[in-house]
C-alpha cells in the first residue's frame, strides 16, 4: 500500500510538469501555487466534478443521471422513497450497477492527498458519496462527507448500519427491497435524499473547518447546492482566500481570490508540485 501512496504522490509533479496551458491563466495559476505554498490551513469543498473524472457521472451534465432517466430523481426524494416500493425495487438495481464501484481515484484525488502530507491540508468537505477520497489515500478522520455516503446502508427505523456490498447481495439473490434483518424497517444508502436533513456533527464540522481556513478551493462544484455552498461564502467572510476551479461559472466567482476553469486533473496537481511532504 505504501508503494501505491508514494507512486500517488510522484503522479502530480509529473503532470504539472507536462500541464497544457492553452486554456488557463498561467499567472493567475501561478499566483494560487504560491497561496498554497504559503497557507497553512486548506479547506477542499468537493462537487461532482472531480468524480466526472473517474467516470462517474454527474446528476444534471450531458450524462447525467437525471439527464438520461429524469424518472430517476424519485428515488432521491425521501418521502416518495419510503412509500412507493417500486421506485425503491428501482433503486436497489441503480445501486448495483452504479460507477462508483468501478471507478479509480484520479489525479485530482491524488493531488489533495499530497496537500495533506504536505501539512496544508485542514480538511475536505465532500459532496460527493462514491468515497474516491479515501481510496485516494486522504486521511478518512479529514474527510467530511456532507450528502454521506453509498458505501454504507442505513435502516430508517433503527439506524443500523450494514456494508453495501452485504445489502446487494441480497438484492442479487432475488431480495428486490430487503428490509432490515434486526427490525424489519426499510434500507436506504447512508446518502442524504431531498426532504433529509443533513447528518449535524458532519455539518458543525464542515462550519468548524471552513471558518478555521486560510485558503478555501471549491473543487469541481457548482456552488449551487445549499447549505455546502454557503461554506465558500463563511469562509470568506472570516478572512480566507477563495479559489473556484470549475468548469462552468459559480455563483460565487466574483467573490473568489482566483477563478480556474480547467481539468481538476490538470489544475489541482499543478496547485501542489514541488510541495515538502512532511507527513
Known amino acids: 500500500m505504501s508503494n501505491a501512496h508514494d507512486a500517488a504522490d510522484a503522479a502530480p509533479a509529473a503532470t504539472a510538469a507536462g500541464l497544457a496551458t492553452d486554456d488557463l491563466d498561467e499567472d493567475l495559476l501561478t499566483e494560487v501555487a504560491a497561496w498554497v505554498r504559503g497557507a497553512s490551513s486548506v479547506v477542499a469543498l468537493t462537487g461532482a466534478g472531480i468524480s466526472t473524472e473517474s467516470g462517474i457521472p454527474d446528476f444534471r451534465g450531458p450524462q447525467g443521471l437525471w439527464t438520461r432517466d429524469p424518472s430517476a430523481q424519485r428515488m432521491f426524494d425521501l418521502n416518495t422513497y419510503i412509500t412507493d416500493r417500486e421506485v425503491r425495487i428501482g433503486a436497489w438495481r441503480r445501486r448495483r450497477d452504479h460507477p462508483a464501484w468501478r471507478a479509480a481515484p484520479n489525479a485530482g484525488h491524488r493531488a489533495l492527498v499530497t496537500l495533506e502530507r504536505a501539512g496544508r491540508l485542514r480538511a475536505i468537505v465532500t459532496q460527493n458519496i462514491d468515497g474516491l477520497h479515501q481510496r485516494a489515500g486522504s486521511d478518512p478522520g479529514r474527510v467530511l462527507e456532507i450528502h454521506g455516503t453509498i458505501h454504507q446502508i442505513e435502516c430508517l427505523s ?53 471558518r478555521s481556513a486560510d485558503l478555501f ?12 455552498a454557503s461554506l465558500a461564502g463563511l469562509a470568506v467572510e472570516t478572512g480566507a482566500r477563495l479559489v473556484v476551479i470549475n468548469a462552468e461559472p459559480t455563483p460565487y466567482d466574483l467573490l473568489a481570490d482566483g477563478v480556474l476553469r480547467s481539468s481538476i486533473g490538470r489544475v489541482l496537481p499543478a496547485l501542489v508540485s514541488g510541495l515538502p511532504r512532511t507527513a
Not at 434486526?182 to 471552513?210: E, H, N, R
Not at 478551493?217 to 455546502?228: F, H
Open 158 to 210: 433503527c439506524a443500523d448500519r450494514t456494508p453495501t456490498a452485504d445489502i446487494i447481495a441480497r438484492v442479487d439473490a432475488g431480495e428486490m427491497d430487503p428490509p432490515c434483518r434486526l427490525c424489519g424497517g426499510i434500507l436506504k444508502t447512508a446518502t442524504i435524499s431531498f426532504g433529509q436533513a443533513l447528518d449535524p456533527d458532519v455539518l458543525a464540522a464542515s462550519v468548524a473547518a471552513a
Open 217 to 228: 478551493l471549491a473543487v469541481g462544484t457548482s456552488l449551487t447546492v445549499q447549505p455546502a
